[in-house]
């Protein structure tokens, strides 16, 4: 379970494959059909705006669209990766020849309303968990969109949340499917043989799953689908039984906006929400025209 700090961006070469991907599903042999009946010279200026209130998150996505159709187009930005926006705000202008800002404009749009929806969703769950107890973190989970998940977990941080382990290679976590296999106790110790150093999370539903956990050494119990006041109950239990004090107590299913002060009062540690990258709406933004010249004159009119 980490947070890279004040790092809300996901790595460069995440956001060169998505947007690649994304611009082959809308440019194929004949490229922009409707973009070649707008005359080659034009020129134009557009705001990215929002017609909401919520998170900006895409910043680079948006930015990479843009480069990959026309590296002459120019994006500044206004609202940066992380901060809140309404109805009317200008995220960012866009620049240059009017042709491939029109070609790239669907695909930038599209990551920046998703992304922006992730992170909005996410600063709403942290505001509502925060005001109960600062210290409760609001996690992810790999309930992500297959290709997209470092973009995700990205937007989850400009949200104010903290991401859960990225891949399944981060940290051992047993659940209940594999409980069918295995014992609680027998799977925290051959955990611990085969990873040692590594978090050992067993997903529990029951308190005596939770002491089970606990005394075999688990570093962190996650309690499954628990109303609040069984997280409350297994939560204290988890502390009384752990021999490390520093037990990880993780609270996850059936969280939602309505329910999450209430978990965050239960004395957990953190709380993941799958619904933060499968679920979350989108945020709504557009671009929209504030200058044009169909002549390339040196300065557009507005």
Request: glycine share 8%; charged share 25%.
């Amino acid at each position: 379970m980490r947070n890279p700090g004040a790092e809300v961006h996901p790595p460069a070469a995440a956001v060169r494959e998505a947007v690649a991907r994304a611009l082959a599903e809308d440019v194929l042999a004949l490229g922009d059909l409707s973009a070649a009946v707008v005359r080659e010279g034009a020129v134009a200026r557009f705001a990215l705006a929002t017609r909401a209130q919520g998170v900006v998150a895409g910043q680079r996505c948006v930015e990479e669209s843009f480069r990959q159709v026309d590296p002459g187009l120019s994006v500044v930005w206004h609202r940066p990766d992380g901060c809140r926006v309404g109805p009317g705000d200008v995220v960012a202008e866009v620049s240059g020849p009017l042709r491939p800002i029109l070609t790239a404009e669907r695909t930038a749009l599209n990551f920046l309303c998703h992304l922006s929806g992730v992170a909005t969703l996410t600063r709403r769950f942290v505001d509502a968990v925060t005001a109960v107890d600062p210290s409760v973190r609001v996690l992810d989970t790999r309930k992500t969109t297959p290709g997209l998940r470092a973009l995700e977990k990205a937007a989850v941080r400009a949200g104010g949340g903290h991401n859960h382990r990225a891949s399944l290679s981060d940290a051992v976590m047993v659940k209940d499917n594999h409980l069918a296999g295995v014992g609680i106790t027998e799977a925290v110790d051959r955990a611990r043989t085969l990873w040692p150093g590594r978090m050992i999370e067993v997903e529990c539903d029951r308190p005596e799953q939770v002491e089970e956990a606990c005394r075999a050494g688990a570093t962190a119990v996650l309690l499954d689908n628990m109303s609040p006041a069984e997280a409350a109950e297994s939560a204290a239990l988890a502390r009384r039984t752990a021999a490390d004090a520093g037990v990880l107590v993780e609270v996850s299913g059936g969280v939602n906006l309505d329910t999450a002060a209430a978990y965050a009062a239960a004395g957990v540690d953190v709380i993941s929400v799958g619904a933060l990258t499968h679920s979350a709406p989108v945020l709504d933004l557009g671009l929209d025209l504030v200058a044009v010249d169909v002549a390339n004159r040196p300065e557009m009119e507005d």
